[in-house]
T-cell receptor
Framework: AQSVTQLDSQVPVFEEAPVELRCNYS??????LFWYVQYPNQGLQLLLK??????LVKGINGFEAEFNKSQTSFHLRKPSVHISDTAEYFC???????????FGKGTKLTVNP | DVKVTQSSRYLVKRTGEKVFLECVQD?????MFWYRQDPGLGLRLIYF???????EKGDIPEGYSVSREKKERFSLILESASTNQTSMYLC????????????FGSGTRLTVV
């Protein structure tokens, strides 16, 4: 069964610093990869997705992620974070042919002034 | 914009009660999903449905059932609520055989006392 590992449960950073949130998934022939963000007391919002093509994917709010097939990773990055980026971030994987998304346990990003 | 609406934002129920959580989407999506979200555990799939009257068990179906009588509505039923079902419940929808990512509702925070 597909599984997703988010290596850090909490990541504190200072405002304007770069950040990387790590995500690894179990290997599969074809996968679709997603990052979602959840602000406090809200549902999940799609940040970006990798379906095929270029391995560098750009999303909303200045975030980007790189698909690395050999390392089965899909790390999320932002070069300069804002206080408003404080939220929980979820990596998710869908195996080709399946309708189900498998989520990681989430990473809480806290941006401090 | 696709909207997924969950009828209650907060709900408090007593142990042993039968509880209905309602979810409605307005974009004619075939697939609908119910997840529960708990701190440190991420999102876990309870049930999903890919068509009217069709349903499949997810990873944690015990203690839950679902109903999909109309395409736009997917109900989660707690037959006899227990305190360990206190959680955030998230509904999502997606077109069938589409990998553009789920659209989530805002969630229902259920407390069973």
């Amino acid at each position: 069964a597909q599984s997703v590992t988010q290596l850090d449960s909490q990541v504190p950073v200072f405002e304007e610093a770069p950040v990387e949130l790590r995500c690894n998934y179990s290997s599969s022939v074809s996968v679709y990869l997603f990052w979602y963000v959840q602000y406090p007391n809200q549902g999940l919002q799609l940040l970006l997705k990798y379906l095929s093509g270029s391995t560098l994917v750009k999303g909303i709010n200045g975030f980007e992620a790189e698909f690395n097939k050999s390392q089965t990773s899909f790390h999320l990055r932002k070069p300069s974070v804002h206080i408003s980026d404080t939220a929980e971030y979820f990596c998710a994987v869908k195996q080709g042919g399946s309708e189900k998304l498998v989520f990681g346990k989430g990473t809480k990003l806290t941006v401090n002034p | 914009d696709v909207k997924v609406t969950q009828s209650s934002r907060y709900l408090v129920k007593r142990t042993g009660e039968k509880v209905f959580l309602e979810c409605v989407q307005d974009m004619d999506h075939e697939n609908m999903f119910w997840y529960r979200q708990d701190p440190g555990l991420g999102l876990r799939l309870i049930y999903f449905s890919y068509d009217v009257k069709m349903k499949e068990k997810g990873d944690i179906p015990e203690g839950y059932s679902v109903s999909r009588e109309k395409k736009e509505r997917f109900s989660l039923i707690l037959e006899s609520a227990s305190t360990n079902q206190t959680s955030m419940y998230l509904c999502a929808s997606e077109p069938y055989r589409d990998s553009l990512g789920y659209t989530f509702g805002s969630g229902t925070r259920l407390t069973v006392v």
